[in-house]
């Protein structure tokens, strides 16, 4: 069974463009969430989709930061426009269901922004 | 909020050495607790998890345990390898809270021969 995959696996852009990371979590897991690590400090919940929807938003930093899961299946993360901020590492994640289950992590996405 | 401190690193130990990677943590009501472990190159894993106090979770020869009383859930093991040098991570996802995980900064440790 294929684990929770990213791409790209890294991504320089310069301040003001735009970038768009994808996660295409284990198949049949209902729940997605993204996390972000910035510049070695912990890792930070950004939100969680179950199927299309949005469970928790809650930790979406601003505007420019925009999910989506069409379809309910791979989800989308896009920055537009970066900052310099914004670099870091942007995990996902998947689980089957809520409560306590168990969330499977992607290798990450290292972004870059110069 | 909730928050989760863990111990500053890096830390650098020889091979068969004692581990202890202290994490402590802020939350209301019973939270579970978490360790999780980066490799280089890869994503996170669960190495080990407890669900309320006095829980000890264990896998791969670590072992913590949930202190209540202590607010605090450190990592152990008693005789490292080369293979265990990766990025520790403690968590915790708050009762009710929906299913997000707060995390600590994590802990690199290097183990030499």
């Known amino acids: 069974e294929a684990g929770v995959t990213q791409f790209p696996s890294h991504s320089v852009i310069e301040k003001g463009q735009t970038v768009t990371l994808r996660c295409d979590p284990i198949s049949g897991h209902d729940n997605l969430y993204w996390y972000r690590r910035v510049m070695g400090k912990e890792i930070k919940f950004l939100l969680h989709f179950v199927k299309e929807s949005k469970q928790d938003e809650s930790g979406m930093p601003n505007n420019r930061f925009l999910a989506e899961r069409t379809g309910g299946t791979y989800s989308t993360l896009k920055v537009q426009p970066a900052e310099l901020e914004d670099s870091g590492v942007y995990f996902c994640?998947?689980?089957?269901?809520?409560?306590?289950?168990?969330?499977?992590f992607g290798p990450g996405t290292r972004l870059t922004v110069l | 909020g909730n928050s989760v401190t863990q111990m500053e690193g890096p830390v650098t130990l020889s091979e068969e050495a004692f581990l202890t990677i202290n994490c402590t943590y802020t939350?209301?009501?019973?939270?579970?607790l978490f360790w999780y472990v980066q490799y280089p190159g890869e994503g996170l894993q669960l190495l080990l998890k407890a669900t309320k106090a006095d829980d000890k979770g264990s896998n791969k020869g670590f072992e913590a345990t949930y202190r209540k009383e202590t607010t605090s859930f450190h990592l152990e093991k008693g005789s490292v390898q080369v293979s265990d040098s990766a990025v520790y991570f403690c968590a915790l996802r708050q009762t009710g809270g929906g299913n997000k995980l707060t995390f600590g900064t994590g802990t690199q440790l290097k183990v030499e021969l």
């Open positions: 994640a998947s689980s089957l269901r809520q409560g306590f289950d168990e969330q499977f």
């Open positions: 939350a209301t009501g019973y939270p579970s």
